[in-house]
């Protein structure tokens, strides 16, 4: 069974970092693109960053780029997501994904995770 298991959320106030886990269960992802979602209170789950399945490609949502960075450590079946500069707009549910997808200009993915919460206080 694919588990996906986010850590690493908080309350943080604005300016400050969060790094955020996602370990990876069942199956190696290795080869997959990975990545992760955010939903805040009352909107659609957005994209936010992507990350091949060797790390030479990364994609972010134009709203964190230059302040987020993803990557991935195949060894350990994980991967990050290193939040700086952050912001109340930040705010939501964080979710990593696996076995994603890019079809025009959206994204999508076949494994997720839990979530992990992120509050940034202004």
């Known amino acids: 069974q694919v588990q996906l298991v986010e850590s690493g959320g908080g309350l943080v106030q604005a300016g400050g970092s969060l790094r955020l886990s996602c370990a990876a269960s069942g199956r190696t992802f290795s080869s997959s693109v990975t990545g992760w979602f955010r939903q805040a209170p009352g909107k659609e789950r957005e994209f936010v960053a992507a990350?091949?399945?060797?790390?030479?490609?990364?994609y972010y949502a134009d709203s964190v780029k230059g302040r987020f960075t993803i990557s991935r450590d195949n060894a350990k079946n994980t991967e990050y997501l290193q939040m700086n500069s952050l912001k109340p707009e930040d705010t939501a549910v964080y979710y990593c994904?696996?076995?994603?997808?890019?079809?025009?200009?959206?994204?999508?993915?076949?494994?997720w995770g839990q979530g992990t919460q992120v509050t940034v206080s202004s």
């Open positions: 994904a696996a076995d994603m997808r890019r079809l025009g200009s959206s994204w999508y993915g076949d494994y």
């Open positions: 990350i091949s399945w060797r790390g030479g490609s990364t």
